[in-house]
């Protein structure tokens, strides 16, 4: 590969890994949610990839061990799908860790902050 | 003179009565495809989606606390606008587009996320916003505005513009800005009305980047003309995709009666 050619490369991961790590919801404030992220691990049940914005809904155990439905809304697929985002990436039955903002009040929802697959894979600011 | 040449003719007379309003006077004023400047791409707008950068004052974007601009309103249109900050900062001013259902309008089609496509053609020029999917027409074919009793207040008015060798200009008016108090420039609350105007110089400065220098003139909100400039950078991707944006499509956050924003879950019931 030529010089140019890496540094052109180098250029295009480092713009993807900053759009990655801009806010994700530009529709309404965050306000209300902790700005300190939380992990939450479980079960992908469900990935709307739809605008306004995505929503990962995913069962997680409590504290009792009764599954609850987490709602984690991220960005707009047309802005996720530019950087390689697809439908298929939650994919139904898929075990996953995530960094979430959640919501003050205890409700099950929460935003995006990133995500941790089996296969140690990574998106967005999971570390 | 036969009946099949009669016909003919008076088919012809009533194409003719019917043409001049399309063609009349305009051919000299195009300016041919070869002359006109290559705006084709994909772009998105620099910055965040705070409308006028050069005269923020706090830190952060445009939903967070203390974030404001400092257009020279006039005290009336101040405090018409620190109402909405304080609103904005209480999480009690939705953005009117929360509701899906109404166009960004001008001058926010101007301040989108998401990407554009700039179409330039010789009789218009087109602004195609994938954010809301919204759309822009400005008129370079040599029509006049239309005059005051022709205008009615729309989101996004009307515009007429001519090129200056690589500079579109353009004027827009007819726009309806806060008058029915769903049409504002962003989240912080920052509103012109119903009697703005604007002048935009739009060109290419490099290859890579257009930028658009608007000035706003209002004599209802403003003491002066307001000048903003907002740029626009070219996608380093070939072929990109621009898709739809139905923001109707997964709404769950939709705002109640107080101007709160809802967080919905998956049945529809709000948990906020």
């Known amino acids: 590969m030529k010089i140019a050619h890496k540094v052109a490369l180098a250029a295009l991961l480092v713009t993807v890994t900053l759009l990655a790590i801009q806010p994700a ?20 049940k469900e ?5 306004p914005h995505s929503w990962i809904q995913i069962m997680v155990a409590d504290a009792s061990g009764k599954e609850v439905e987490w709602s984690v809304e991220w960005g ?11 439908p298929a990436t939650f994919a139904p039955g898929a075990k996953v860790s995530m960094k979430v903002n959640v919501m003050e009040n205890g409700a099950p929802i929460a935003l995006f902050v990133g995500a941790k697959f089996a296969d140690g894979k990574m998106l967005g600011r999971y570390e | 003179m036969n009946k099949t040449t009669i016909a003919i003719l008076l088919g012809l007379s009533v194409s003719l009565a019917f043409s001049p309003s399309l063609s009349y006077g305009q051919a000299s004023t195009l300016t041919p495809f070869d002359k006109l400047p290559d705006w084709s791409g994909v772009w998105a707008m620099q910055g965040g989606t705070v409308f ?12 967070d606390i203390g ?3 400092h257009p020279p309103y006039n005290a009336e249109w101040e405090a018409m606008y620190a109402a909405n900050l304080r ?12 509701n899906c259902g109404v166009p960004a309008g001008f001058p926010r089609i101007m301040n989108l996320p998401d990407v554009f496509e700039f179409v330039v053609r010789p009789e218009a020029f087109w602004i195609l916003a994938e954010n809301g999917g919204n759309v822009m027409r400005i008129y370079t074919d040599g029509r006049a505005l239309p005059g005051p009793e022709d205008r009615w207040g729309t989101y996004t008015g009307v515009s007429v513009g001519k090129w200056e060798g690589d500079t579109l200009v353009w004027r827009t008016v007819g726009l309806k800005g806060w008058r029915d108090k769903d049409n504002i420039l962003d989240r912080t609350g920052l509103i012109l009305s119903d009697a703005s105007e604007a002048t935009v110089r739009m060109r290419k400065i490099n290859d890579n980047t257009i930028e658009a220098v608007m000035t706003f003139e209002d004599s209802k909100a403003l003491t002066k003309p307001w000048t ?3 740029q626009y950078r070219k996608s380093a991707v070939p072929q990109q995709f621009v898709y739809d944006y139905g923001c109707a499509e997964n709404q769950r956050n939709p705002v109640d009666a107080t101007g709160k924003t809802l967080f919905l879950d998956p049945t529809g019931k709000p948990v906020n």
């Open chain 1, 25 to 44: 919801i530009a529709h309404h404030s965050s306000a209300g949610f902790s700005d300190r992220p939380k992990e939450i691990s479980g079960t992908i």
């Open chain 1, 47 to 51: 990935f709307q990839f739809k605008n």
């Open chain 1, 76 to 86: 707009s697929p047309n802005q996720l799908g530019r950087q390689g985002i697809r």
């Open chain 2, 52 to 63: 006028d950068r050069a005269t923020q004052t706090g830190t952060g974007g445009s939903v």
């Open chain 2, 67 to 69: 974030v404001r601009e």
């Open chain 2, 87 to 98: 609103l904005r900062d209480d999480n009690r001013f939705p953005d009117v587009q929360t």
């Open chain 2, 228 to 230: 903003v400039t907002k």
